[in-house]
């Protein structure tokens, strides 16, 4: 089993950055693909971003790219999300997401409990 623990959510205003971070623990070393997934207010939960386990591959969606920067430290078994020029759609519950297959966008097996990100425009 691996556990997933998210930091980092607050409440910021339009504009602002935000770093969201995500502890593993348990069975680590079966980690690959890491992911962040959100889930807005009246709205069903979507894929944001991805890291391959060495981060050489990486993928946001259309709606992030350029503001949003995943990233991974191994050795600290951590994942995070840098997001920039945050905007008042970003508003949702941040949840990071963790996988055994070596690159995937919807197939995580292990997720964490979720952190909430408001953006007051």
């Known amino acids: 089993q691996v556990q997933l623990v998210e930091s980092g959510g607050g409440l910021v205003q339009a504009g602002d950055s935000l770093r969201l971070s995500c502890a593993a623990s348990?069975?680590?070393?079966?980690?690959?693909?890491m992911g962040w997934f959100r889930q807005g207010p009246g709205k069903e939960r979507e894929f944001v971003a991805a890291?391959?386990?060495?981060?050489?591959?990486?993928y946001g969606v259309d709606s992030v790219k350029g503001r949003f920067t995943v990233s991974r430290d191994n050795a600290q078994n951590t994942v995070s999300l840098q997001m920039n020029n945050l905007k008042a759609e970003d508003t949702a519950v941040y949840y990071c997401?963790?996988?055994?297959?070596?690159?995937?966008?919807?197939?995580?097996?292990?997720w964490g409990q979720g952190t909430q990100v408001t953006v007051s425009s």
């Open positions: 997401a963790a996988t055994w297959r070596a690159w995937a966008l919807n197939k995580y097996d292990y």
């Open positions: 348990g069975r680590t070393s079966s980690v690959n693909t």
């Open positions: 890291i391959s386990r060495s981060g050489s591959s990486t």
